[in-house]
């Protein structure tokens, strides 16, 4: 940490650049063809050449892998095809060591229905001591349970179909917002919350530095669980969300969770909620320090806009206008209380360079550095997803049976059945479907680009021969070298961190523009961003003529002029004195 970060006294997470780790498919010691926690271990060299300061690791607790591993069946545990709890605190150890940060994901809006919270929860039925740790009800009244249109209420599943499994044994139904094997646990009871915060302790205990909330603003819920208003396509199954996000407790539930596991500890921590759904003003309530819930939340306003009517698999071109004014929106939003996360890719979109870029041999490289150099610009945490930073592109998936993700098969078996033509679906599937982001990292150019000595549970990229780490390490011009000089000028330059953010040229749908000002250190940045192919002529504010270039993506690094010409997918920052 800089001097100059040091004695600004915030918090140390906001100078910070988090890198996410999907364990499956970053690195596998042992040749079974699935990731593990030694194979991370084994790999750290590359996040301490990067630059970064925290290591958040997706979930790698013990489960059926019904959802790759968001489906958990034991939350203090090691699942085998990872490794074991002995290997985890050999990598834990080992981050520390490098003088980095282990954030752990936390899943705690549902569990794995082979959890034995859940398994005691259906074995006693109606009035047994477990059974309202779930979200248990009967068949809608005068219907036959288990029949069509006897479901408790209309919600429809984030993976499809309906919400609500029902259970012969007892002859009632368990909502599940996601998975049918993943059951909502009911946050109601006192004792689900008193089971989820001592599990968290313990993790603490063992070291881990904070946690990623999976799904967190999904775990109040209207306790009368009222039908979701069907939409004008008359399906069976509607949107329940206006009555499970952000609902009644949730603020209540997060503050008693910060004061029961988070407050008081010796070193400070990390807790980010990722909350679908949640608005710039329920975030402010969320990360505001003086409520003490979350340090910051992941919301999804940006990675919905390039979405059509028939939603994320209907995709549509992004327009940068519509991108301007989401991601300035929270920019000013937040910006005199709470904190933003800035992110393009986590392990549930596609690759930013084929969605937002241009992931052709001519234009990759190039595209990816200037999303990058936008991204990290702005006031906020950025998040690194493993192969964002060399560029990883989506993969080139022939039929259904390449993929492995449920949400892509369920909608790919639904869409069909419903009369959609299967190659349009598969082409949907491999522009938005998550399987892009869980192809094995590209270490190398060999047969499965160095991942494993086994075959692969999903197959490399064939890309990874030419867009591998190996070969970027090697290139100062990469993508992985200006990932590098991205995040050491946010350790270093106070105006990444603490300027405040001024949007330019905001009906621009060619050119992303803004300003970072930081009267501390006296100094201001222009940032330059041309979303396209061709070149763009941009006119900055007066004053910028003549200021150095600190950070481009481009050979040519002259100083900045009245009016500035930025090639394909150019980007670039000046900086200048406060005038």
Same mark, same amino acid.
């Given at each position: 940490?800089?001097?100059?970060?040091?004695?600004?006294?915030?918090?140390?997470?906001?100078?910070?650049?988090?890198?996410?780790?999907?364990?499956? &498919?970053?690195? /596998?010691?042992? %040749?079974?063809? *699935?990731? $593990?926690?030694? +194979? !991370?271990?084994?790999?750290?060299?590359? @996040?301490?050449?990067?630059?970064?300061?925290?290591?958040?690791?997706?979930?790698?607790?013990? &489960?059926?892998? /019904?959802?790759? %591993?968001?489906? *958990?069946? $034991?939350?203090? +545990? !090691?699942?085998?095809?990872?490794?074991? @709890?002995?290997?985890?605190?050999?990598?834990?150890?080992?981050?520390?060591?490098?003088?980095?940060?282990?954030?752990?994901?936390?899943?705690?809006?549902?569990?794995?229905?082979?959890?034995?919270?859940?398994?005691?929860?259906?074995?006693?039925?109606?009035?047994?001591?477990?059974?309202?740790?779930?979200?248990?009800?009967?068949?809608?009244?005068?219907?036959?349970?288990?029949?069509?249109?006897?479901?408790?209420?209309?919600?429809?599943?984030?993976?499809?179909?309906?919400?609500?499994?029902?259970?012969?044994?007892?002859?009632?139904?368990?909502?599940?917002?996601?998975?049918?094997?993943?059951?909502?646990?009911?946050?109601?009871?006192?004792?689900?919350?008193?089971?989820?915060?001592?599990?968290?302790?313990?993790?603490?205990?063992?070291?881990?530095?904070?946690?990623?909330?999976?799904?967190?603003?999904?775990?109040?819920?209207?306790?009368?669980?009222?039908?979701?208003?069907?939409?004008?396509?008359?399906?069976?199954?509607?949107?329940?969300?206006?009555?499970?996000?952000?609902?009644?407790?949730?603020?209540?539930?997060?503050?008693?969770?910060?004061?029961?596991?988070?407050?008081?500890?010796?070193?400070?921590?990390?807790?980010?909620?990722?909350?679908?759904?949640?608005?710039?003003?329920?975030?402010?309530?969320?990360?505001?320090?003086?409520?003490?819930?979350?340090?910051?939340?992941?919301?999804?306003?940006?990675?919905?806009?390039?979405?059509?009517?028939?939603?994320?698999?209907?995709?549509?071109?992004?327009?940068?206008?519509?991108?301007?004014?989401?991601?300035?929106?929270?920019?000013?939003?937040?910006?005199?209380?709470?904190?933003?996360?800035?992110?393009?890719?986590?392990?549930?979109?596609?690759?930013?360079?084929?969605?937002?870029?241009?992931?052709?041999?001519?234009?990759?490289?190039?595209?990816?550095?200037?999303?990058?150099?936008?991204?990290?610009?702005?006031?906020?945490?950025?998040?690194?997803?493993?192969?964002?930073?060399?560029?990883?592109?989506?993969?080139?998936?022939?039929?259904?049976?390449?993929?492995?993700?449920?949400?892509?098969?369920?909608?790919?078996?639904?869409?069909?059945?419903?009369?959609?033509?299967?190659?349009?679906?598969?082409?949907?599937?491999?522009?938005?479907?998550?399987?892009?982001?869980?192809?094995?990292?590209?270490?190398?150019?060999?047969?499965?680009?160095?991942?494993?000595?086994?075959?692969?549970?999903?197959?490399?990229?064939?890309?990874?021969?030419?867009?591998?780490?190996?070969?970027?390490?090697?290139?100062?011009?990469?993508?992985?070298?200006?990932?590098?000089?991205?995040?050491?000028?946010?350790?270093?330059?106070?105006?990444?961190?603490?300027?405040?953010?001024?949007?330019?040229?905001?009906?621009?749908?060619?050119?992303?523009?803004?300003?970072?000002?930081?009267?501390?250190?006296?100094?201001?940045?222009?940032?330059?961003?041309?979303?396209?192919?061709?070149?763009?002529?941009?006119?900055?504010?007066?004053?910028?003529?003549?200021?150095?270039?600190?950070?481009?993506?481009?050979?040519?690094?002259?100083?900045?002029?009245?009016?500035?010409?930025?090639?394909?997918?150019?980007?670039?920052?000046?900086?200048?004195?406060?005038?």
């Amino acid at each position: 940490m800089s001097e100059v970060f040091a004695a600004d006294a915030e918090p140390w997470w906001k100078s910070a650049v988090v890198y996410q780790v999907y364990p499956r &498919s970053f690195a /596998d010691s042992d %040749g079974d063809g *699935i990731g $593990d926690l030694p +194979g !991370i271990t084994s790999r750290l060299d590359h @996040l301490t050449r990067l630059g970064v300061d925290v290591l958040w690791l997706s979930p790698v607790y013990p &489960s059926p892998q /019904d959802d790759n %591993g968001y489906d *958990i069946s $034991d939350y203090q +545990g !090691i699942d085998p095809v990872f490794g074991t @709890l002995a290997d985890f605190d050999a990598l834990l150890a080992a981050v520390h060591e490098r003088g980095m940060r282990l954030v752990m994901d936390l899943v705690v809006n549902h569990t794995s229905d082979e959890h034995p919270w859940f398994t005691a929860s259906r074995g006693q039925g109606p009035g047994g001591p477990r059974r309202d740790w779930y979200w248990w009800r009967p068949a809608r009244p005068g219907t036959v349970p288990g029949t069509p249109g006897a479901e408790p209420n209309n919600w429809r599943s984030m993976f499809g179909g309906s919400a609500w499994e029902f259970d012969e044994a007892s002859g009632e139904y368990y909502l599940h917002l996601f998975s049918r094997k993943q059951p909502d646990l009911n946050w109601e009871n006192p004792e689900v919350r008193a089971a989820v915060h001592t599990m968290m302790r313990w993790w603490l205990d063992r070291g881990v530095d904070g946690f990623r909330m999976d799904v967190i603003n999904f775990i109040s819920k209207d306790p009368r669980l009222p039908d979701g208003r069907p939409d004008q396509t008359g399906a069976r199954f509607a949107d329940g969300g206006p009555h499970y996000i952000c609902g009644p407790r949730i603020h209540e539930f997060l503050a008693e969770t910060h004061r029961e596991v988070v407050a008081g500890r010796p070193e400070p921590l990390l807790t980010v909620g990722e909350m679908p759904g949640v608005t710039v003003e329920e975030a402010r309530l969320f990360t505001d320090p003086a409520r003490a819930e979350v340090d910051m939340v992941f919301q999804f306003e940006h990675v919905s806009l390039d979405a059509g009517p028939g939603g994320k698999f209907d995709p549509r071109p992004l327009r940068l206008t519509d991108l301007k004014a989401s991601l300035g929106g929270w920019q000013q939003g937040l910006a005199d209380t709470g904190w933003n996360s800035l992110y393009w890719n986590n392990h549930d979109q596609p690759r930013a360079v084929s969605r937002f870029g241009d992931d052709s041999p001519a234009h990759r490289a190039r595209s990816a550095t200037m999303l990058a150099t936008v991204l990290h610009l702005h006031r906020g945490t950025p998040y690194v997803y493993q192969g964002e930073e060399l560029g990883m592109a989506n993969a080139p998936f022939g039929a259904i049976e390449d993929f492995r993700d449920i949400e892509s098969l369920n909608h790919y078996r639904e869409a069909v059945a419903a009369g959609e033509d299967p190659a349009r679906v598969l082409a949907a599937l491999r522009a938005r479907g998550r399987d892009n982001a869980r192809t094995p990292m590209q270490w190398d150019g060999s047969e499965h680009a160095g991942f494993t000595t086994g075959r692969p549970w999903i197959a490399v990229n064939p890309d990874h021969k030419e867009v591998n780490a190996a070969a970027q390490l090697a290139d100062p011009d990469s993508v992985l070298h200006h990932y590098r000089r991205l995040i050491e000028l946010r350790h270093t330059e106070p105006a990444v961190t603490h300027g405040d953010f001024t949007m330019l040229a905001p009906e621009d749908e060619r050119v992303y523009a803004f300003v970072r000002r930081h009267p501390g250190s006296g100094t201001e940045l222009l940032v330059l961003g041309n979303f396209t192919g061709e070149a763009v002529t941009f006119e900055p504010p007066e004053g910028w003529a003549g200021a150095e270039t600190l950070i481009a993506n481009v050979p040519d690094r002259s100083p900045a002029a009245a009016a500035v010409t930025l090639s394909a997918w150019e980007a670039r920052v000046h900086r200048r004195d406060i005038p």
